[in-house]
């Protein structure tokens, strides 16, 4: 993702080079930028869950030990996480399917003649998303059955 982010502030200052210096638009270059930027935040959105750097509102989980964060995390993705991916998946997926079928391209006069695949990052991000919540889901299920079996033992 970082590697994609450097891409976009790269091709940013060529656009600002290309139009001050040159007087030149470069419609497929502001196109590519957006693109980009749809990669790294709808991929960007599972690698954060994986590596646990996504934004909290922790109003219990402060005041538990870590067996009941795990069980606020768990209940957090069964409640929240779990049914969002769903709903955008089966909300996105006929929007792409349209998209597919007429194989959409930019409105713009040299334009990238691929929106089709732009729009495919949304169920794709569900549904890693989703892989990953089950992942996580599963690691937190585990976690809780060591950590009970723990306390049990004399």
Known sequence: MAWL????VLITLLIVV???LFGQGAI??????????????MLG?????????????DIFSNRLGPRGRDWVELFGHGLFLVPFCLVVLIYSTPYVAASWRVLEGSSEVGGIPAIFLLKTLIPLMAVTLLLQGLAECAGLIARLRSKHRDTNQP
């Open 18 to 20: 290309l139009r001050y």
């Open 5 to 8: 982010t450097l891409a976009m």
């Open 45 to 57: 959105i599972p690698y954060a869950l994986h590596h646990n750097a996504h934004v909290r509102v």
């Open 28 to 41: 497929a270059l502001q196109e590519l930028v957006i693109y980009l930027h749809g990669l790294v935040f």
